[in-house]
């Protein structure tokens, strides 16, 4: 029988690679889509524009995430097997400029569609996409399920707040609800303020002259980066486990942004020395050095591991801003 999944966030990195998944997987997707006055969404196109997809196999339905009732209707409608819980404001440093806003969709927005599941019959099974950044100041490292939430971040406040209502929704009401509790992850899709996307689309522009140079925040932030798709999959696979549970998923690796300048500079041929500088304008109020993840709970469980390695990932999203430039 063909599976239904109704994903949140589907316009973004993680939702358009879990669309493509769910769609090769055979499912019937249906995306919640904000409504704004442009209808430009560009990590779908070549799906929306597929006419073997769009309107038969994948819908795109309007409803921000503090539309009840919209969202109500939609699950009554579609009744989907499984929900993936993926919109969000996605940016922390941004947490800090907007973190009503922040709070009010990304912990009071998981909350109400827990709301709305809890009345379904039956229920879905429901995954959230939880951020490493509720760990925010560890005592220990890698930080793994059982590691006390300590965020700095209003966007990782909000997530701690999320992430424990989907475990009380999952112990309380007996939801099949799971957090993968991600460490960053990137693509060629990755946002255009986020860091590592400025460092990958930087080197392209300026290998191609159009930009002269590149200002950043610490260059020696450090972080567990992985790739976009092999952690969709992960979603994908916690939705498949005989009982829910909590997972990381993480590379249990650091890296800094020099990492990233080293090899996406270098892919280009340039020593990124030459054209970088730092200003504190770019700098986080609260920057987490101690975030490393221990995925061996998800190697257990999904038999889940990164597939891609760290230069991999990088040199794909320099190819892909060569390209885009
Ligand atoms: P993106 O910023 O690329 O995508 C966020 C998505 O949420 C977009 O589709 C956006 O819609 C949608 N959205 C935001 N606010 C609302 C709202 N009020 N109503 C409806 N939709 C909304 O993020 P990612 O794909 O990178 O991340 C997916 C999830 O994973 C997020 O919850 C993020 O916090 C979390 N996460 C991500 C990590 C990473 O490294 N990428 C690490 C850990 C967790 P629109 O296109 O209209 O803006």
């Given at each position: 029988m063909v599976k239904t999944a109704l994903v949140t966030g589907i316009t973004g990195q993680d939702g358009s690679y879990l669309a493509e998944q769910l769609l090769a997987g055979g499912y019937e997707v249906h995306g919640i889509v904000r409504r704004s006055s442009n209808t430009v969404r560009r990590r779908l196109d070549h799906l929306t524009s597929d006419p073997s997809l769009y309107n038969s196999r994948l819908f795109l339905h309007y409803a921000d995430l503090d539309d009840v009732t919209t969202i109500r209707r939609l699950m009554a409608r579609v009744r989907p097997d499984e929900v993936y819980h993926l919109a969000g404001q996605s940016h922390v440093g941004a947490s800090f400029e907007i973190p009503e806003s922040t709070c009010e969709f990304t912990a009071m927005g998981t909350l109400r569609l827990l709301e709305i599941l809890r009345d379904c019959d039956p229920m879905p099974k429901f995954l959230h996409v939880s951020s490493s950044e509720v760990f925010g100041e560890p005592d220990s490292q890698p930080q793994h399920e059982l590691t006390p939430f300590r965020p700095v971040t209003p966007y990782g406040a909000a997530k701690a707040f999320a992430t424990d209502m989907v475990r009380v929704y999952r112990e309380?009401?007996?939801?099949?609800a799971c957090n993968a509790i991600c460490f960053n992850h990137e693509s060629p899709?990755?946002?255009?303020?986020f860091v590592t996307r400025k460092i990958t689309q930087g080197a392209a522009r300026i290998k191609l002259e159009r930009q002269g140079n590149l200002t950043l925040g610490n260059i020696d932030s450090r972080r567990d980066w992985g790739f976009a798709p092999d952690y969709v999959d992960g979603f994908r696979r916690m939705l498949q486990m005989e009982h829910a549970c909590d997972l990381v998923l993480a590379t249990g690796r650091y890296h800094t942004v020099t990492d990233w300048l080293d090899v996406a500079f270098g892919h280009v041929g340039l020593n990124w020395k030459d054209f970088v500088q730092q200003d504190t304008k770019f700098m986080r109020k609260a920057d987490p050095t101690k975030l490393i993840g221990d995925a061996s709970k998800a190697k257990q469980k999904i038999a889940w591991q990164p597939q891609t390695s760290f230069d991999e990932m990088v040199v794909a999203m320099v190819n892909a801003d060569l390209r885009e430039v």
């Open positions: 309380s009401f007996g939801l099949f899709r990755r946002g255009e303020s």
